[in-house]
């Protein structure tokens, strides 16, 4: 049984491979508060409680790749995108990106956003769907997968249904009802957030 380790060794196992304390304990074959020594004796700073968290939850790095624009018409999506989450977006969350709306192709816009400008893995953008009680939600949900050329399952289970508020233009145009965009990463979220009071 090794009685230390070397800091190259123990960066790899615990920053490079972002295993846990306890997982780097198990490998070693040591304690955790060993681990909590050499750690401390290297001056490799420990994760925080949500850190820790965040990296377990995504075992594999982050789910998204944020990168500047590098034309155009990239810099005129991400205005785009970061105007329509500071006017659209559901700020009450603080571990997602949500933006609900009842245009197609400002939705259509938004996921583009996500995907070219945050680089935000595409399986990992989910939808759910809300709808007035004199709608049809099963053509409601159709008309929004055909709109954006995703699977059923990239939606929630249930439609929400709402009673319905009136009649006329408002009524028509909700007959699809309000489509929200989900990307569920805390760390994507707060970046997003920041770029936007940054603008203020």
Not at 110 to 122: P, Q, R, T
């Amino acid at each position: 049984m090794r009685t230390q380790v070397s800091r190259p060794t123990l960066e790899d196992l615990y920053i490079q491979r972002m295993l846990s304390s306890a997982q780097v304990a198990r490998r070693l074959k040591w304690s955790e508060h060993k681990v909590n020594y050499w750690l401390g004796k290297y001056g490799i700073q420990k994760r925080s409680i949500s850190e820790a968290i965040y990296a377990k939850r995504n075992p594999d790095g982050d789910p998204f790749s944020y990168r500047e624009p590098t034309n155009q018409y990239e810099a005129e999506l991400k205005g785009m995108g970061l105007g329509l989450y500071w006017g659209e977006g559901t700020k009450r969350s603080k571990t997602s990106l949500k933006l609900g709306n009842t245009d197609p192709y400002l939705i259509r816009k938004f996921i583009e956003f996500l995907e070219v400008i945050c680089g935000a893995d595409k399986k990992k953008i989910r939808f759910g769907l809300q709808v007035f009680n004199d709608a049809d939600p099963r053509k409601a949900r159709l008309f929004w997968r055909k709109h954006l050329g995703v699977s059923e399952n990239r939606f929630t289970k249930k439609t929400t249904i709402t009673p319905s508020r009136g009649i006329g233009t408002y009524r028509h145009k909700n007959q699809n009802g309000v489509l929200m965009v989900y990307f569920h990463n805390k760390k994507l979220r707060d970046m997003i957030c920041g770029m936007i009071e940054n603008m203020r």
